[in-house]
Each structure stands twice: as structure tokens, then as C-alpha cells.
Nanobody
Framework: QVQLLASGGGLVQAGRSLRLPCATS????????MGWFRQAPGEEREFVAA????????YYADSVKGRFTISRDNAKNTVYLQMNSLKPEDTAAYYC?????????????????WGLGTQVTVSS
């Protein structure tokens, strides 16, 4: 079955960087659009970043644009989220997602496949 395993979270100071890998199995990664979402305590899960199957196109939430970079290595069955200049408001559990799509409003809608989250905590 499809498995998505996000890792790399931790406690970091504001301004520092983290890289989150999402290791996948049970799917042909090149066939799936991949994304990252996050959920802070008491908040709804929100879109962070997405990358198309080819890797040519990427999309970002306004709150992370210019600081986060999503990438993929289909040969390694892994998707990455590079997070730079972290802020306390980036504190959340981060989830890897497969098979997202864009609705008629061009909003990224998560697909059916979710991995377990990895916690990122940014201290001020």
C-alpha cells in the first residue's frame, strides 16, 4: 500500500533552516503530484507547497514563498521541503501528501494519500 514517511522535524531557533524529506513507497513517485501541508494546534490543516509530477511547476502558500522550496527525486522516491528563515509561526506538524489537484479556483486540494506528520517547532 502507499506509504509516505515524513521526517526531519525538530526544535530550531527562528532564522534557522530545516529540511524535511518524505520517503515514499507503494507508488511510482513520478506518477504523482506531491505536496506538503501543515497543521498548528487548534488550527485547520493548510497548504504549504506543491510540486507537479514532472517537477517543472511548484506552488507555495504566500506565507512561505521565498523561504521554502519543494523538490523531488523520483529515483530516490523522495520529496523534500527545504525550509529557510524559519519563523515561530511556522511551528506545526508537517504532512506529506500525494495526488493533489487544483480546483476551479486554482486552490491546491490535497489528495487521498497522507503520511504521518513530523513536528517542527520554531522558538523565538
Amino acid at each position: 500500500q502507499v506509504q509516505l514517511l515524513a521526517s526531519g522535524g525538530g526544535l530550531v531557533q527562528a532564522g534557522r533552516s530545516l529540511r524535511l524529506p518524505c520517503a515514499t513507497s507503494g507508488l511510482t513517485l513520478s506518477s504523482y503530484a506531491m505536496g506538503w501541508f501543515r497543521q498548528a494546534p487548534g488550527e485547520e490543516r493548510e497548504f504549504v507547497a506543491a510540486i507537479t509530477r514532472s517537477g517543472i511547476n511548484t506552488y507555495y502558500a504566500d506565507s512561505v514563498k521565498g523561504r521554502f522550496t519543494i523538490s523531488r527525486d523520483n529515483a530516490k522516491n523522495t520529496v523534500y521541503l527545504q525550509m529557510n528563515s524559519l519563523k515561530p509561526e511556522d511551528t506545526a506538524a508537517y504532512y506529506c501528501n500525494a495526488d493533489w489537484y487544483r480546483n476551479r479556483d486554482f486552490k491546491v486540494v490535497p489528495g487521498a494519500y497522507w503520511g504521518l506528520g513530523t513536528q517542527v517547532t520554531v522558538s523565538s
